[in-house]
């Protein structure tokens, strides 16, 4: 099993540029989850997807949207892209419920807007 | 709201020493915590997750404790390996309505010197 997998592993953008960013899991978990990690900031929770067919905000979801295209996958894009979205970028995935889910991460996309 | 805080920032110990890591929360109503180990450049790796109803889980040479009524975890790393050298985070899974969410502290930055 590869677990959660993310492309790209880097990117550099110029303010304005648009991408998205790709999550896939193989753990058949029904909620994932993206977060953005600075430095002194820790991990913040951008979206999440409960289930298969919803998404929901987290902490900071302005200038991002997602879709969920399926069980496995859950993308991120920046429409219009600002340097203050310069981060690290990881992908996550659990089952729903319960004391003992465990979150899986990904390697992380590390994004430069210039 | 949830704050997750950790002490301390950094730590730096020589090898063979037994240490602990520690973090505390504010709000007790939580389904479990999770510590994780990030590498530089990597993604997150979990390493211990506590139930709420536990107090605590071994795993080799590593111990995580949960006081939930004090709002605080430890994490003992028992001879300690350069190998250790690495950021810890610690999250918790917040109990109450609707879908939860992990919250993170910022870590703990351990360097292990032969």
């Known amino acids: 099993n590869a677990g959660v997998t993310q492309t790209p592993k880097f990117q550099v953008l110029k303010t304005g540029q648009s991408m998205t960013l790709q999550c896939a899991q193989d753990m058949n978990h029904n909620s994932m989850y993206w977060y953005r990690q600075d430095p002194g900031m820790g991990l913040r929770l951008i979206y999440y997807s409960a289930s298969e067919g919803t998404t929901d905000k987290g902490e900071v979801p302005n200038g991002y949207n997602v879709s969920r295209l399926n069980k496995r996958e859950f993308s991120l894009r920046l429409e219009s892209a600002a340097p203050s979205q310069t981060s690290v970028y990881f992908c996550?995935?659990?089952?729903?419920?319960?004391?003992?889910?465990?979150?899986?991460f990904g390697p992380g996309t590390r994004l430069t807007v210039l | 709201k949830q704050e997750v805080t950790q002490i301390p920032a950094a730590l730096s110990v020589p090898e063979g020493e037994n240490l602990v890591l520690n973090c505390s929360f504010t709000d007790s109503a939580i389904y479990n915590l999770q510590w994780f180990r990030q590498d530089p450049g990597k993604g997150l790796t979990s390493l211990l997750l506590?139930?709420?109803?536990?107090r605590e889980q071994t795993s080799g040479r590593l111990n995580a404790s949960l006081d939930k009524s004090s709002g605080r975890s430890t994490l003992y790393i028992a001879a300690s390996q350069p190998g250790d050298s690495a950021t810890y985070l610690c999250a918790v899974r917040r109990r109450g309505r609707g879908y939860s969410t992990l919250t993170f502290g910022k870590g703990t930055m351990l360097l292990v010197s032969p």
């Open positions: 506590i139930q709420s109803s536990q």
């Open positions: 996550a995935s659990s089952e729903i419920g319960g004391s003992m889910v465990e979150q899986f």
